[in-house]
């Protein structure tokens, strides 16, 4: 077995240049802002999209759903193509699935279809799929102690998405005439390409042979307490931030409040997701990976007490921040969790496990909240949501008490 020395020392082997790093971190973070940006552009207009071509009222959400879907189903393919060919090429080919998904949209549009446009929506997915590997890749090549901060320096890149994303939509949704939209599919399948062209430059170490064919199976790397409260941290942060933030601004709506409240609580929401970023990697550097992932689930609960004393905007609004903020620690904590789980040459099929499973439990939350709220409120999504959490606690003491024994 690999000691923990050994395990640093392939690191150092392996660590790049410093501006090489930072080079990297970079270009990352931008990607992770115009990829974000077309995550965005599909959860504004999908809905809209899909009650203006969809055959039936009932399918109108079903374009976001399969979004959701698409980011499922190629979390694997995904890790397969960076484990045998390098990052870089797993990334340009999500981009290049996102410059598909604006042509497709677009034509969708132009041609009234409704399942040419979940098509568009599913190769979406595919990117974001993609996109969601960023934050292991900006830790490739760099030292152990830096890594948890290189993680979250990237994902920091998401504040922009929330800024470039509405704001591509409202430019550009009414330029085409009358097509509603469709120069705003062609914009975001423009962005992808941009995307595309910053991370060219990235320069990660290409797989090694060990990589390609080595490491202990993960059937063995899957039973690591360690590994078992990252999984589950990353799940229910992700599963239970789109469970709640999908429920919400209909739950406002059903409420009595406006949709202009409904999207400034969404807006502070993205930004509350991403902003902690900046410093979150500090937090896990000082305090521990398990433990700033335990306040992200603390602070989860918090936001569905506050969303239970009451119905005023002000309680919808400080549910979706705190919700942000603890998503934001639930996630990268659990991410970093998901470094300290496996070996370097195992990382792309570790890292991709826990994505594929984290993403399918997202895809349950996706499809399930709406008919929760519809069939018993917002009270009952809200009360739901705290036995996941439990689960969650659970998995991080009991990986928390197993490293302090070790």
Not at 101 to 124: K, P, Q, Y
Not at 159 to 165: K, M
Not at 210 to 230: C, D, K, T, W, Y
Request: charged share 10%; hydrophobic share 55%; aromatic share 8%.
């Amino acid at each position: 077995m690999t000691s923990a020395h050994g395990t640093a020392a392939i690191s150092n082997l392996n660590e790049l240049p410093r501006n090489v790093q930072r080079g990297n971190i970079w270009r990352l973070s931008i990607a992770q802002a115009l990829a974000g940006a077309n995550s965005t552009v599909v959860y504004a207009t999908g809905a809209i999209v899909g009650d203006m071509l969809a055959p039936s009222p009932v399918l109108a959400t079903l374009p976001i759903s399969i979004f959701v879907v698409g980011m499922a189903a190629c979390i694997l393919p995904a890790g397969m193509i960076a484990r045998r060919h390098g990052r870089r090429t797993a990334f340009l080919a999500g981009t290049g699935a996102g410059v598909l998904t604006g042509l497709l949209a677009m034509l969708a549009v132009v041609l009234g279809s409704f399942w040419l446009f979940c098509l568009a929506t599913f190769f979406g997915g595919g990117y974001a799929a993609v996109v969601l590997t960023f934050r292991f890749a900006a830790a490739d090549g760099v030292a152990a102690d830096r890594r948890a901060s290189a993680l979250s320096l990237v994902m920091a890149g998401g504040v922009l998405a929330g800024v470039i994303g509405p704001q591509l939509v409202t430019w550009t949704m009414s330029l085409w005439q009358p097509h509603v939209f469709a120069a705003t599919f062609l914009a975001q399948a423009v962005v992808a390409a941009i995307s595309a062209f910053i991370l060219l430059g990235v320069r990660l170490p290409m797989p090694t042979a060990a990589e390609v064919n080595g490491g202990r199976p993960l059937s063995m790397i899957a039973r690591q307490p360690h590994f078992i409260a990252a999984v589950i941290s990353g799940a229910v942060s992700y599963m239970l931030m789109n469970f709640l933030m999908t429920a919400a601004p209909l739950a406002m709506h059903m409420c009595g409040h406006s949709q202009a409240s409904a999207n400034l609580g969404l807006q502070w929401h993205v930004i509350a997701m991403y902003g902690p970023s900046f410093f979150t990697g500090s937090l896990i550097k000082r305090f521990g990976a398990g433990r700033v992932a335990m306040v992200g689930m603390l602070l989860t609960g918090l936001s569905a007490a506050v969303g239970l004393a009451g119905i005023d905007v002000a309680h919808f609004w400080a549910t979706l921040i705190l919700l942000g903020i603890g998503w934001n620690f639930g996630f990268l904590g659990a991410s970093a969790l998901v470094l300290e789980s496996h070996r370097p040459e195992e990382k792309t099929r570790v890292q991709s496990l826990n994505d594929f499973i984290v993403f399918g439990l997202m895809a349950i939350g996706s499809f399930s909240s709406g008919g929760l709220l519809s069939a018993y409120g917002w009270d009952m999504v809200l009360v739901v949501s705290f036995a996941p959490l439990i689960l969650a606690v659970l998995a991080l003491v009991l990986a928390l008490r197993r490293k302090s024994l070790a």
